[in-house]
């Protein structure tokens, strides 16, 4: 069962709803615990109510969910309720839109269900039947009536029969709810009457006669005097125009003039000017219009002098006295019966916006007091008009969950702005605890404002876990404290889900730097076990120090084994927590012990963790491939094919070998090349044919496949590639997939279409060969042959073939398929069916896949000449991968397309911020991006540093980049060469450190600045060799050598300078910066080899001056002596013996083999 969990995650990622149905459908039928699964069917139900999911299979999934044992009630309403409208639905927007008659009796079924599911469900059972009456995406409102109307007061019924038991904010949601699926209408402006609505103001005045309540529809033409008069007292406290309306229409005055005094008497508090208090009197054509429109405009421009005066006291230039003087007057009238001052309404979010930090702090404390009715209300008004420390992100929140603005860039302003108030907020929430009840908006509050670093607030948040109060609090607010950037571990509580891994690994997280070998043992045991125990299978995390244990007992290492194989997370393993260190011991240790075997059972688990590395180099993989290659020299194949296949065909062959960054290709490269030689050395590769058969090099050529020798395989199959339809089935797929590869990326169409055929012949006579992504594969490869050969409408249909198959929907090759299909629908200028198709790729949640759907939409938006929207999607392609090559491409043709020429001419390709290595001469660019205005918005200029560790410092200011208000760039020149200051020239010199940041003089004049960023630019460069004979060879731009101006001999003159005369010198010239490491002239030392034999091992080459990077040496040559060699020697008897000057025996052959030929030859070399 610990896979259940497992399977519904990834099914959800799919949106594999049937899938999901099933498999809890399975979960309900049997006897496991329910609660660690009422999420995903909470997430199943969630889904399925957008009603945008219908098909046989997902309807007999659903079947069995609610036929399952322990499926409640409510479920299985909601299921029967999902059934019935989908289809209903769709039949009855196709009936709408040929303007045929939806008969009644067609409505029947659903109605029924909705009664059922509204009668056991009344808050969330009406949601769900609003969203389903309602859902019809019709733009014209006059078309969404009709699909609405029919049987309209039957739909309407079951829910206006449960409202009375909802509580105030329940009815609200219900009643005013927008609908995605209705283009965001309202359940009141369509499924409800206005009579209706008006009969509820009476029936329920709670949910009406509050500042809380929605703008409903209940003023029109229709409105008759006497439902005026009853639903007028209990629109008092309504703060929307429609309530106004509704009261003065119940006074008997019908004259324009003498309803906008009336107005200004009692119902002026809702607004902020009296033009738009007039506005429904004059437009209304209820009302005798007996003045102009403006008159009352001019007689009441300035409201009342009560409202100029409380207007002064809400200013951003009030004082302090004045503010809090408002704040109460306003305050005790928006919470009477009845309020009366002209504006109130709008004075009260001014008095927030514009109040100072000191005063927006007292103000709310005095709203802290109490938290019952509209004070509520008032609190949540004020809150969304208070930021704090001058960032515009800086606000506080009742709510539960954090936002991405106040992450990134208010919650260090609260911080900082508010530890008074934060200490304020601790002090109620103790009292709250010890009284048995924390209130929840105000613990949110706390949450947002407070320092969890300060040990006062550790301590609060340790006592409130342990305190009864704590168990009522709900769900979502008990997260956000234990959410990493808040308390952590300090807040998890029972109530949390024993599944997440750093309450699993709580032991091993809470132990201190330095701890005991024991203590990291025992809770090493502890995690592991409790994790072998949990209904999901969760990655055990905080292992580092595991890893660095001086050495482990058998039970530890048992334990770390097994967090390689039946503790391993399924998916990917989590980086920064240990387990590249655990792989690059366990990897060592095998090495050093030779004790090749141990790891073979978790080689799988081991490539699985190495795929998720802690730093781009990779050292897991790396120590895990250089264990593969020293296992295959010492003769352990066996365990060299298993380690090597499980990285080709696991995580790291799908994934991290396919990168080219840092060491990744050299390791790559090692463990392709094992699988062969691993597979030859215990006899699994085999010809079976002799040389001289004419299928001998196909045979070959897949042997060399094997080897990993993929250009010797391709080169050896080219020569005989007509032979191949003999042997491909004595193959393997993988080969016959590789060479379809290689043919389509060559343009041999041709022979790529065979193979497709071939292939597909051998998948459908030999069932099971092929896997189903295989059988995909196929079908995507002749789709890709059919786009290249212009034949748009097949390649489309095989695209469709898998794109549309229920198996690969939200797969990786599902989404290669769709977006194929988009790809010929771009050729054919079908941009309708790519954006359909785009946009239902949308509801894919991974990440990568999602770059892949916005760049496709961009490129669609692109053809089609819309290019705002196009660089829309770009920027959602840089959001996440900011170095995307064919995304930066593609933003500087848009540009360019635009006339935004400077933008099109900065395309950055290349290695991002990782690679931070610069070559001296090369410029470097400081780029900045300033989305929300926060550095730039002020006006100032930019000024930012950049300095050496040699020395050298230089200040610049960022300009603007094209027409682009967010994007800022410097550049600074590099060179070689001593400190020089303010000239605009960084001097570095070869061996430096380059560091950059806001100047302090910048920093001075702005407040909340980010951090400078942690990157050190390193100096690197390619080193330039040149060799030539009887002169330096010329440098760039230097004219060329003219062998007559050099005064050579005649016989060097002859030869030129690629070749030299014994006893003339050899040139050698270096040109390398990063060599030139200090102030003075360096030094290089380079090994020179003569082809004859002779070698200098260590040649000095001289730098020509202080920062030059060039570096020359002047080499004497002479002629080679005279060398002997013969085809064997007796012992102490050199063939060079018989030639030296010195008295030497001669050179004798070896002893006792007479019959045998031997040679003894001399070669003279310059002696002749």
Not at 268 to 294: N, Q, Y
Not at 507 to 529: H, I, M, Q, W
Not at 643 to 656: D, I
């Amino acid at each position: 069962s610990q896979y259940d969990a497992w399977f519904l995650d990834r099914a959800a990622s799919r949106n594999d709803l049937a899938a999901m149905a099933a498999r809890l459908a399975a979960i309900y039928n049997s006897n496991d615990p329910l609660d660690p699964y009422t999420g995903k069917l909470a997430e199943l139900m969630h889904e399925l109510e957008t009603f945008k999911h219908d098909g046989e299979t997902l309807f007999q999934a659903l079947d069995q969910l609610a036929k399952a044992k322990r499926t409640n009630p409510q479920t299985k309403a909601r299921i029967a309720w999902v059934k019935e409208i989908v289809p209903l639905a769709a039949t009855m927007a196709t009936q709408v839109g040929a303007k045929e008659r939806i008969y009644d009796n067609s409505l029947n079924d659903a109605i029924k269900a909705a009664n059922d599911l509204v009668t056991v469900m009344p808050y969330q059972g009406s949601i769900a039947v609003t969203k389903g009456w309602m859902h019809f995406n019709a733009g014209d409102s006059g078309v969404f009536s009709r699909f609405v109307t029919p049987r309209r007061a039957d739909k309407a019924a079951p829910i206006l029969s449960v409202l009375p038991k909802l509580t105030v904010a329940q009815v609200h949601d219900v009643l005013a709810r927008p609908i995605p699926g209705a283009k965001n209408r309202r359940p009141a402006d369509y499924l409800f009457s206005r009579d209706e609505l008006r009969a509820l103001v009476s029936k329920m005045p709670a949910a009406f006669n509050t500042l809380s309540a929605p703008d409903l529809p209940l003023f029109d033409k229709t409105l008759t005097v006497e439902q005026a008069k009853a639903m007028a007292p209990h629109l008092a406290r309504n703060p929307n125009a429609s309530a106004a309306m509704v009261r003065v229409w119940a006074q008997p005055e019908r004259k324009y003039s003498a309803v906008t005094d009336a107005m200004m008497k009692s119902e002026m508090w809702r607004f902020a000017d009296i033009k738009s208090a007039t506005h429904g009197l004059w437009h209304s054509g209820m009302f005798e219009r007996d003045v102009k429109i403006d008159q009352p405009h001019k007689k009441y421009a300035k409201l009342d002098s009560r409202y100029q005066q409380l207007k002064k006291q809400v200013g951003k230039k009030a004082n302090s006295k004045d503010r809090l003087s408002a704040f109460k007057s306003l305050y005790s009238d928006l919470l009477s019966a009845t309020p009366r001052i002209a504006g109130a309404n709008s004075l009260w979010d001014q008095l927030f916006a514009n109040a100072p930090d000191a005063d927006k702090i007292k103000m709310l404390q005095s709203l802290l007091t109490d938290l019952k009715g509209d004070r509520e209300t008032l609190l949540r008004r004020a809150l969304k008009n208070a930021p704090f420390g001058g960032q515009r992100y800086a606000i506080l929140r009742l709510d539960p969950g954090f936002l991405e603005n106040w992450k990134r860039w208010g919650r260090q302003s609260l911080v900082k702005a508010l530890p008074e108030f934060s200490d304020y907020l601790a002090g109620t929430l103790r009292k709250q605890m010890q009284a048995g009840q924390i209130a929840d908006p105000l613990f949110g509050m706390w949450l947002h404002c407070v320092d969890p670093k300060k040990p006062a607030a550790r301590e609060l948040i340790k006592a409130m876990v342990q305190s009864p109060a704590y168990q009522k609090v709900k769900l979502s607010y008990q997260q956000m404290a234990a959410d990493e950037l808040m308390f952590g571990n300090l807040a998890f509580t029972t109530q949390m889900s024993s599944d997440q891994p750093r309450y699993l690994s709580r032991e091993l997280l809470a132990l201190p730097e330095g701890a005991a070998p024991a203590k990291v043992e025992a809770a090493l045991k502890t995690v592991v076990d409790r994790a072998g125990k949990l209904h999901k299978k969760t990655s055990v995390i905080g292992l580092n120090q595991v890893a660095t244990l001086p050495k482990w007992s058998p039970a530890t290492r048992k334990l770390v084994l097994s967090l390689f194989k039946e503790n391993a997370p399924i998916g990917d393993y989590p980086i920064q927590q240990g387990y590249e260190a655990l792989v690059i011991r366990l990897a060592k240790e095998a090495l050093e012990n030779k004790n090749w075997s141990e790891l073979e059972p978790h080689a799988a688990g081991l490539w699985q963790a190495a795929a998720s590395p802690d730093h781009p180099k990779s050292a897991g993989a790396e120590a895990l491939s250089k264990l593969a290659e020293t296992a295959l020299k010492a003769n352990a194949a066996s365990v060299a094919m298993t380690l090597s296949r499980a990285a080709l065909r696991g995580p790291a062959g799908r994934g991290l070998l396919k990168n080219d960054g840092y060491d990744v290709p050299v390791i790559a490269n090692r463990i392709r090349s094992i699988p062969g030689k691993a597979a030859s050395a215990i006899g699994a590769v085999d010809i079976p044919v002799d040389e001289s058969d004419p299928a001998y090099l196909v045979y070959k050529s897949y042997a060399e496949f094997v080897q990993g020798n993929f250009d010797s395989a391709w080169a050896l199959y080219q020569k005989n590639a007509d032979q191949l339809s003999e042997v491909l089935r004595k193959t393997s797929v993988e080969y016959g997939f590789w060479l379809l590869q290689r043919n389509t990326e060559t343009g041999n169409t041709d022979r790529a279409e065979q193979l497709v055929k071939e292939l597909t012949i051998w998948s459908r006579q030999a069932e099971g060969t092929f896997s189903p992504e295989q059988d995909a594969e196929l079908k995507i490869a002749y789709a890709d042959l059919a786009f290249l050969k212009g034949a748009l409408p097949t390649s489309r249909a095989w695209y469709r073939k898998v794109a549309d198959a229920e198996q690969y929907q939200g797969s990786d090759i599902g989404l290669r398929a769709a977006l194929g299909s988009v790809k010929v629908d771009r050729a054919s200028k079908n941009f309708g069916a790519a954006m359909t198709e785009l946009d239902k790729l949308m509801r894919i949640k991974d990440p990568k896949a999602r770059i892949q759907v916005h760049y496709a939409r961009a490129e669609v938006f692109m053809d089609q000449e819309n290019y705002k929207e196009g660089l829309d999607e770009i920027e959602s392609v840089l959001l996440r991968e900011p170095k995307h090559p064919d995304a930066l491409i593609l933003r500087g043709k848009i540009h360019n397309q635009m006339r935004k020429l400077v933008e099109a001419s900065e395309i950055e390709l290349g290695p991002s911020q990782e690679n931070t290595v610069i070559v001296p001469g090369e410029a470097v660019k400081i780029n900045l991006r300033d989305p929300t205005l926060r550095v730039s918005g002020v006006g100032a200029d930019i000024e930012v540093e950049i300095w050496a560790k040699s020395g050298d410092k230089e200040r610049v200011m960022l300009r603007q980049l094209g027409d682009n208000k967010e994007k800022f760039r410097a550049e600074v020149q590099t060179a070689l060469g001593p400190p020089v200051p303010g000239d605009k020239t960084l001097q570095i010199l070869g061996e430096d450190e380059i560091r950059f940041g806001y100047s302090k003089r910048f920093r001075a004049k702005m407040d909340d600045l980010p951090e400078d960023p942690n990157i050190v630019i390193t100096v690197a460069s390619d080193a330039q060799l040149a060799l030539s004979a009887g002169a330096f060879p010329p440098r760039e731009g230097e004219r060329k050598l003219d062998i007559e101006e050099l005064g050579l001999s005649t016989a060097q003159a002859a030869l030129g300078t690629s070749s030299v005369r014994p006893g003339n010198p050899v040139y050698l010239r270096i040109n390398d910066a990063d060599q030139s490491k200090t102030a003075a002239v360096d030094e290089i030392f380079v090994t020179l080899t003569a082809s004859s034999g002779d070698l200098i091992r260590r040649l000095k080459l001289t730098e020509t001056g202080p920062f030059t990077g060039e570096f020359q040496a002047i080499v004497p040559t002479r002629g080679a002596q005279a060398l002997a060699f013969a085809s064997e020697s007796a012992p102490g008897r050199d063939p060079n013996m018989a030639i030296s000057a010195k008295d030497y025996p001669g050179w004798q052959g070896k002893v006792g083999d007479r019959e045998s030929l031997r040679t003894f030859g001399i070669d003279l070399n310059d002696n002749v």
